[in-house]
């Protein structure tokens, strides 16, 4: 009677579906406490071996499908009526399936944690990333080939605002439609895929809140700051931090939606990590006196479109002066913006005193 439905508790005023979502939250809150202050290996590694077994089999059973159902892409080629231009919005959209600064914190945060050998990185991180490139396809073709007719598509993505209404159902239910080309119902693949989709879900969850430990215990360090490099307390902030914003009463979709509230910040935010961290290889490379332009020269791409995109955004969307302003999302976007060229000139002094130190070398 606490998970919502016919008669559900209530307290506090709230209706059943706020309880519902309060409930869940506390639990899911409590869970990732725990996870994220276990050692790796007791819940972590064990769990997302199980998920690695069901991405697997999930895309083995979606491009069989897709073999056997040969789908009709129904998509048009371009869309010219769509209300916002791809160059540079592109580039903060397509983030696991191609450059992530999420997954280069997972990297240096957990995944070089359960290698065996430091030579096992270059293998398991390749193929990390073909098996992301790979679930980035069929997500594409899953969604292409779903809309009977190209006006459909067209009117569910005739700009961002109405794509993100779409959400994931739409890849959910054309995942399984290829799926049912191997005789498995509709409703039963559909299923299957929105269980792999919220177990992947489940798996971010506590890896963030563990990298937020991570963090919040390195900034303590630096500024010493003792109490933060505590495991107990660093968590802590962590979770109150997550759980505070998750409840904020103003979230878009109800109550327990507060995130939603942030979440257009992902993308910059999240390219912009991935080009600091290009970065940071970069210079680690330089210093090493090996050749760096192969991280270097995507890392000046990535950046620059993402600055693009994220001052068109403070500037021009969420400022206080345009018409569809957001205070929040400008505050945020302008400090993560001041950050971002603070870190930029002091990797640029960095790659300086490495040019520097090397001629010393030399001479």
């Given at each position: 009677k606490y998970f919502g439905g016919e008669g559900a508790t209530t307290l506090f005023g709230m209706s059943a579906t706020s309880m519902s979502f309060l409930v869940w939250i506390v639990v899911l809150m409590v869970y990732v406490y725990i996870a994220s202050t276990l050692p790796v290996w007791k819940l972590l590694q064990p769990r997302d071996y199980i998920n690695s077994h069901q991405l697997i089999v999930g895309l083995g059973l979606l491009y069989l499908g897709l073999l056997f159902t040969n789908p009709e892409i129904t998509a048009p080629v371009t869309n010219a009526s769509a209300?916002?231009?791809?160059?540079?919005l592109l580039f903060i959209t397509i983030a696991c399936g191609a450059i992530s600064g999420f997954h280069g914190l997972v990297s240096s945060g957990t995944s070089s944690k359960q290698l065996n050998n430091e030579k096992d990185a270059r293998f398991v991180g390749y193929l990390g990333s073909v098996g992301e490139g790979a679930l980035a396809l069929v997500a594409i073709i899953a969604v292409v080939t779903f809309f009977p007719t190209a006006g459909e598509f067209t009117a569910t993505y005739s700009g961002f605002a109405a794509a993100s209404g779409a959400g994931l159902g739409v890849f959910i239910q054309g995942a399984g439609q290829l799926a049912a080309g191997l005789g498995i119902p509709p409703m039963v693949a559909s299923t299957i895929v929105s269980v792999i989709v919220v177990s992947f879900a489940a798996t971010t969850l506590d890896s963030s809140v563990r990298l937020m430990r991570y963090i919040i215990a390195e900034l303590g360090t630096e500024y010493k700051i003792k109490p933060l490099t505590k495991t107990h307390v660093a968590t802590t902030a962590a979770v109150v931090s997550s759980a505070m914003l998750t409840l904020i009463p103003q979230g878009p979709?109800?109550?327990?939606?507060?995130?939603?509230?942030?979440?257009?910040?992902?993308?910059?935010?999240?390219?912009?990590?991935?080009?600091?961290?290009?970065?940071?290889?970069?210079?680690?490379?330089?210093?090493?006196?090996?050749?760096?332009?192969?991280?270097?020269?995507?890392?000046?791409?990535?950046?620059?479109?993402?600055?693009?995109?994220?001052?068109?955004?403070v500037l021009t969307e969420w400022a206080p002066w345009a018409e569809g302003s957001d205070w929040m999302l400008f505050s945020f976007g302008a400090i993560i913006l001041v950050f971002t060229f603070w870190i930029l000139l002091t990797a640029i002094s960095a790659l300086r005193k490495g040019n520097r130190d090397s001629v010393q070398r030399s001479a």
């Amino acid at each position: 009677k606490y998970f919502g439905g016919e008669g559900a508790t209530t307290l506090f005023g709230m209706s059943a579906t706020s309880m519902s979502f309060l409930v869940w939250i506390v639990v899911l809150m409590v869970y990732v406490y725990i996870a994220s202050t276990l050692p790796v290996w007791k819940l972590l590694q064990p769990r997302d071996y199980i998920n690695s077994h069901q991405l697997i089999v999930g895309l083995g059973l979606l491009y069989l499908g897709l073999l056997f159902t040969n789908p009709e892409i129904t998509a048009p080629v371009t869309n010219a009526s769509a209300d916002t231009s791809w160059f540079p919005l592109l580039f903060i959209t397509i983030a696991c399936g191609a450059i992530s600064g999420f997954h280069g914190l997972v990297s240096s945060g957990t995944s070089s944690k359960q290698l065996n050998n430091e030579k096992d990185a270059r293998f398991v991180g390749y193929l990390g990333s073909v098996g992301e490139g790979a679930l980035a396809l069929v997500a594409i073709i899953a969604v292409v080939t779903f809309f009977p007719t190209a006006g459909e598509f067209t009117a569910t993505y005739s700009g961002f605002a109405a794509a993100s209404g779409a959400g994931l159902g739409v890849f959910i239910q054309g995942a399984g439609q290829l799926a049912a080309g191997l005789g498995i119902p509709p409703m039963v693949a559909s299923t299957i895929v929105s269980v792999i989709v919220v177990s992947f879900a489940a798996t971010t969850l506590d890896s963030s809140v563990r990298l937020m430990r991570y963090i919040i215990a390195e900034l303590g360090t630096e500024y010493k700051i003792k109490p933060l490099t505590k495991t107990h307390v660093a968590t802590t902030a962590a979770v109150v931090s997550s759980a505070m914003l998750t409840l904020i009463p103003q979230g878009p979709k109800g109550f327990g939606s507060g995130g939603y509230l942030l979440w257009p910040l992902f993308g910059t935010s999240n390219q912009l990590l991935a080009g600091i961290s290009l970065l940071l290889v970069s210079i680690w490379l330089r210093n090493q006196g090996r050749n760096y332009l192969p991280t270097l020269i995507p890392m000046l791409f990535l950046m620059f479109m993402t600055l693009w995109a994220m001052i068109d955004q403070v500037l021009t969307e969420w400022a206080p002066w345009a018409e569809g302003s957001d205070w929040m999302l400008f505050s945020f976007g302008a400090i993560i913006l001041v950050f971002t060229f603070w870190i930029l000139l002091t990797a640029i002094s960095a790659l300086r005193k490495g040019n520097r130190d090397s001629v010393q070398r030399s001479a």
